[in-house]
């Protein structure tokens, strides 16, 4: 029986050097698939991490950007009520040093010049409109022929409107009108640029 023995101890290593040889074969095919599948996953998942830090990033840039707009569009409106604010008190200290030119004793001579030079360029037959309070000033100064005086009291500051109906002619020449049309140009030149 000892041969019966060998060969059946035999033949049992052969079935279990065979089972092992599946078994390992079995688990090397298992580990393949399961590092196969780990990589695909780990791809499909940096692939998605990818994506989402993508559009995370861009969603960041684009919040960032709007906030960024929306700050400079407030420092835009703060800097621009700035200026008109200081624009605003420049030209009421103007108005009031213009009222106070108009009450001093250099205002007189600056109407009468101011008058004859207004009536020539408007010719004959033209119409000249100051404030009531400055008529007399004006009674000595030579005009062209047919030119009349008249009160216009709508004249805030001082100055003169000047008309020729017969040529088409209007002429605003108050101390009001000339410190409206120095808006603009305080605006350019004041240094009070708003650039954000």
Known sequence: MNELDTRAERFLESIRAEGEAACAAIREETEREVTGRLDETRRAE??????????????????????LSAARMAARAKLADQRQKIADETFAKAKAQLADFAASDKYAAWLQT?????????????????????????????????????????????GLKG?????????????????????????????????I
């Open 114 to 158: 101011e008058a004859a030079a207004l009536a020539e360029a408007l010719g004959e037959n033209a119409n000249l409109s100051v404030r009531s309070i400055d008529l007399p000033l004006l009674k000595d100064v030579k005009l062209p022929a047919g030119t009349t005086l008249t009160a216009d009291d709508s004249i805030e500051l001082g």
């Open 46 to 67: 940096n692939a998605r991490v990818e994506r989402t830090l993508r559009f995370e990033t861009e969603r960041a840039r684009t919040r960032a950007n709007r906030d």
């Open 163 to 195: 008309a020729n109906a017969a040529k088409g002619l209007a002429a605003d020449d108050t101390l009001a009108a000339r410190l409206n049309a120095q808006h603009e140009w305080f605006l350019e030149n004041a240094g009070l640029e708003i650039n």
